[in-house]
């Protein structure tokens, strides 16, 4: 299964917030840090916010920030928000595709029960979790934090 560049984004966006959580960054503080198109990261940031993971405060001094803890955000669910389509196989899109055999061949709940264990293996691990190595993650992104208590 790959997953859409939107929701690589997405991931990565939450990565970036979650290594200096409850500090406000900017589109172009993650843009410049990625080296990720600032446009393409407007959207995936308004998706993360309509999802509930991001708060965004517009105008001078805005910005964006996680809404949740890190330990609060499960992998699983933010693919589940950010992919329009899990379907690894056109039998599995919503409108079922055009496939002739596709009411007489197994392929189609194989790759529905595949995709559920994709799913649920993600569902076991947190943002917090990625974060594990967080001082060597914020080193590579070039974003200044705060370090609580040794807490790197």
């Not at 910005?63 to 803890?69: I, N, T, W």
């Not at 496939?99 to 061949?105: D, E, F, G, I, L």
């Not at 979790?129 to 705060?146: A, D, N, Q």
């Amino acid at each position: 299964m790959q997953l859409t560049q939107y929701t690589d984004f997405g991931l990565r966006v939450l990565i970036a917030l979650a290594v200096s959580p409850g500090e406000r960054s900017t589109v172009s503080e993650v843009s410049r840090a990625y080296g990720i198109s600032r446009h393409h990261l407007v959207k995936v940031v308004g998706r993360l916010a309509e999802l509930g993971y991001v708060e965004t405060l517009r105008g001078k001094g805005g910005g964006m920030r996680l809404a949740r803890r890190p330990q609060q955000i499960r992998i699983g669910d933010i693919v589940r928000g950010m992919e329009a389509e899990l379907g690894v196989v056109e039998c599995l899109e919503a409108d079922g595709g055009s496939c002739v055999v596709s009411p007489a061949c197994r392929l189609k709940s194989i790759m529905h029960d595949a995709t559920g264990k994709f799913l649920a293996e993600l569902d076991a691990y947190t943002l917090a979790e990625v974060l594990k190595s967080r001082l060597p993650l914020t080193r590579l992104l070039g974003i200044p934090i705060r370090i609580e208590s040794g807490r790197a």
